[in-house]
């Protein structure tokens, strides 16, 4: 009677031990490599909407054409921002408001997630080349987002990315891959 007592004991401290450790993991992960980050507002939409919860790698991240990222919040627009990154440094991006075509070192951008073309130039002149160092961000919602054209968000430096979002994994219903 008293073994099999000493085994249950046994067993209930494994499963704590495994228990602690299994937090301990999760919280260094979230610590260090990623995050979640909840959407505000609805400049990326159709792509990703107001509430949906994210998955965003947060570690050894270098910023490409086409992800979509999340800027620091003490960044001169004042809050955290969820956006595509449409140019990095050394591009030049051009935008035809009359055509809605985003171009980028002269090439027109292929940009199927959009919600519609791009009408909106912004308030900074362009052509316009992104410094060394500097990202041009935009929002699938082209019409409704306030991102790189404006000169209250401007370009971006590389160093205030959060990270590139991975995954939405809230709603449930519409848990994926985010592209």
Sequence with gaps: MEEKRFRKNVDLLDWYDALVFALAALVLIFAFCARIVVVDGHSME???????????????YKPQRGDVVVVDGYINYGKPLVKRVIAVGGDTVDIDAEQG????NGEALDEPYT???????GNIGFPLTVPEGQLFLMGDNRQHSTDSRFVSVGLIDERDILGKVLWRIFPLNAFGRIK
Excluded: G, K, M, N
């Design 46 to 60: 159709p792509t990703l909407h107001e509430q949906d919860r994210l998955l965003v790698q947060s570690t050894f």
């Design 101 to 104: 075509i985003v171009y980028v």
């Design 115 to 121: 919600a519609e073309p791009t009408y909106t130039e």
